[in-house]
């Protein structure tokens, strides 16, 4: 790709920008949520034209216009949102659009089976061909996809965020296939806030800012805080150097909080001004725990005592009322409302206290958008702008001023930083060190390890649904914490 710009009414999002990707190579591609890489990425998939520039295949300079022309040249995208027939088996989705025929015209079941399983063995997926995509995984169904991609005889594969959905064994597998992939001579693009997956897998990675190519190198001659700061002029151990007041008095306890078959006895307090941290491995109960105690989902026994006082949580609506809100791992179905306005998103937990007799006061709904998009600095054109235009950063501030629009004091954070960038990742830590020092407290998950350990007070670490310690600020080490949450005391 050279000199490729590309203008939308009022904003430049790409400038002058080239990229160059060989044959067999694995590119990584890096940079703050709007420096452009998401936009670089439609052009070349057709989604997006651009305003100017070239698109060069194997030499040959090409004209994608649209998805089909991307595909057609040997182009395909691996997106952290799987898309993917969950209706229909593997095979029917690999050969969706172009069914085998036998002689006689019919569906040839036989060959459809037997070719699928063989792309699955050769790339060393445990799945079986006839199996219904929605009865896998959803690490299982992204390495199905990059398997149909690898059938389809792509030459290039972009993976965006791949990893952020998988737990350490299933990253390892899909590391696997992409090695597998580029001794096929296949080459990748991928993206990625983990910065420390790219220094296990890529071979050189593209640094852009404000829509243009800031850097370009091997990754054997840079780091982590060379990389950072090239991003965003931050070193790694700057992002986690929030504050840490002394928390106050206890304003919640979690008494032997029980769900049948999911978790069990899981007893913590939380104090005023204080980060507790949750952490353990995928499908440890982690997300099940907070969401009993946003009552989401039912627990069967334990107390609850907030600020002294014993409450039943049995609804969303009644953690609300007692200022609990819930920031969801999975914000865009859980946390927000994608195609209304920031402004209708931010105000949505509270346009009671703006309404009278059912009629909403607009100037209150557009003031108090106004104050959330100015007081945590979202980028946005306007309040009136739909959230899914928004990236993954500012959605997420979108959800915390929803809450602090509330007024709520106890935050529970399931996954804040999950794909948003390192430059985002500090504001949503300097959002935090603000609520704390508001008197707020936070429950905290993140699955990494790094994050957690630099930003969190305490940490319980959950195994199967069990608490199995909790450990305080200083007195642990990545080592003692994957013990645990392997279930290793």
């Not at 009322?321 to 209708?344: A, F, M, Q, W, Y």
């Amino acid at each position: 790709m050279e000199h490729v710009s590309k203008e939308f009414p009022g904003v430049k999002a790409l400038d002058d920008m080239s990229l160059t990707v060989h044959e067999g190579e694995v590119h990584a591609l890096v940079g703050e949520n709007g420096a452009g890489k998401s936009t670089l990425i439609k052009i070349l998939m057709g989604v997006f034209q651009m305003s100017s520039g070239s698109i060069y295949i194997e030499g040959e300079r090409v004209d994608i216009r649209n998805p089909i022309d991307a595909a057609e040249l040997g182009l395909s995208a691996v997106y952290q949102d799987i898309t993917i027939a969950s209706h229909l088996t593997v095979a029917e989705n690999f050969f969706l659009g172009r069914l085998p025929k036998t002689v006689v015209g019919l569906v040839d079941w036989k060959t459809m089976y037997s070719d699928t399983q063989a792309v699955l063995d050769e790339l060393n997926i445990h799945v079986d061909a006839a199996a219904l995509v929605r009865t896998l995984s959803a690490a299982q169904q992204e390495m199905v996809l990059i398997a149909k991609k690898y059938f389809e005889h792509s030459k290039l594969i972009i993976f965006d965020e791949p990893t952020a959905l998988l737990s350490n064994e299933e990253v390892k597998e899909l590391f696997s296939i992409i090695r597998r992939l580029k001794q096929e001579g296949v080459a990748s693009i991928y993206i990625s806030h983990r910065l420390e997956e790219l220094f296990e897998l890529c071979d050189t990675v593209s640094v852009m800012k404000d829509g243009r190519l800031s850097a370009e190198m091997k990754i054997s001659e840079t780091d982590q805080d060379d990389l950072i700061s090239k991003m965003v002029g931050r070193t790694v151990e700057d992002m986690y150097s929030i504050s840490h007041a002394e928390p106050r008095e206890e304003i919640l306890k979690v008494e032997h909080l029980t769900r049948t078959n999911v978790f069990e006895d899981i007893s913590f307090t939380l104090r005023r001004g204080e980060i507790f941290g949750i952490f353990g491995l995928v499908g440890s109960g982690r997300t099940e725990i907070v969401k009993a105690l946003y009552g989401a989902d039912r627990y069967d026994s334990g107390t609850i005592i907030l600020e002294g006082r014993e409450i039943v949580l049995r609804s969303p609506a009644q953690a609300i009322r007692h200022g609990i809100g819930l920031l969801p791992e999975d914000r865009k179905n859980e946390g927000l409302t994608l195609h209304t306005s920031v402004e209708h998103n931010i105000n949505m937990a509270s346009y009671r206290e703006i309404s009278t007799c059912g009629c909403i006061n607009l100037k209150k709904e557009r003031m108090r958008s106004m104050q959330q998009i100015d007081d945590m600095r979202i980028k946005t054109p306007s309040e009136r702008q739909k959230v899914v235009n928004l990236s993954g950063g500012n959605q997420q501030k979108v959800v915390i001023g929803k809450w602090l629009c509330r007024n709520s004091s106890i935050f529970i954070f399931d996954e804040p930083t999950v794909g948003i960038d390192v430059g985002a990742k500090s504001e949503i830590y300097i959002l935090l060190e603000k609520l704390l020092k508001e008197g707020n407290s936070i429950i905290m998950i993140s699955s990494y390890l790094p994050e957690i350990m630099g930003i969190a007070d305490r940490i319980m670490v959950i195994h199967e649904g069990r608490q199995m310690d909790t450990l305080v600020r200083g007195t642990y080490s990545e080592e003692t914490l994957l013990k645990l949450a392997s279930g290793i005391h």
